[in-house]
């Protein structure tokens, strides 16, 4: 195969690793505060507090939603370039809906839970630098390849 033809594919991927990578950054950010809301006792075992808890946990869904869909169109993406790489995604998992919290320790356990999430989304983020690690390293190699065969090394 052609090795202008490799190196043009690669640097297509790596664009697009690198845009993935960029939207996950961008919903990490957006799923940082969502954690932080107040616990007083005012809030606690009623319908108001529950609305800000639903609240808090569809944001970071509907935010783990949008990576996983961009993970799983990379996916696709990649099958087509490499299937070994596939295999280094993680899709992250979305939180449950949360039940009634009457005390402090089922507040605690919540925004544990949602820290867990957002660790979640920043393990897949890492998987995602590892392809763009590899695929950068790919494209060195190539255009050694190229360098070689014209007779420049």
Do not use: H, W
């Not at 696709?76 to 490499?82: C, V």
């Not at 070994?84 to 544990?112: E, H, Q």
């Amino acid at each position: 195969m052609n090795i202008d033809l490799q190196i043009v594919k690669t640097d297509k991927m790596i664009r697009r690793v690198r845009q993935v990578r960029a939207m996950i950054k961008q919903t990490m950010a957006n799923m940082d505060k969502q954690y932080e809301y107040t616990t007083s006792t005012i809030f606690r075992g009623n319908i108001l507090g529950d609305i800000i808890r639903n609240k808090r946990t569809d944001k970071i869904n509907s935010n783990i939603n949008k990576v996983q869909k961009e993970l799983l169109r990379l996916e696709a993406d990649l099958l087509m370039y490499d299937e070994d790489l596939a295999k280094y995604l993680r899709l992250p998992a979305k939180m449950t809906s949360p039940s009634r919290v009457d005390g402090v320790i089922g507040d605690i356990g919540l925004r544990a839970q949602m820290r867990y999430r957002q660790f979640d989304v920043a393990k897949s983020l890492r998987n995602v630098e590892k392809i763009l690690d590899i695929r950068e390293k790919d494209k060195k190699k190539l255009r050694f390849i190229k360098k070689s065969q014209k007779g420049l090394i």
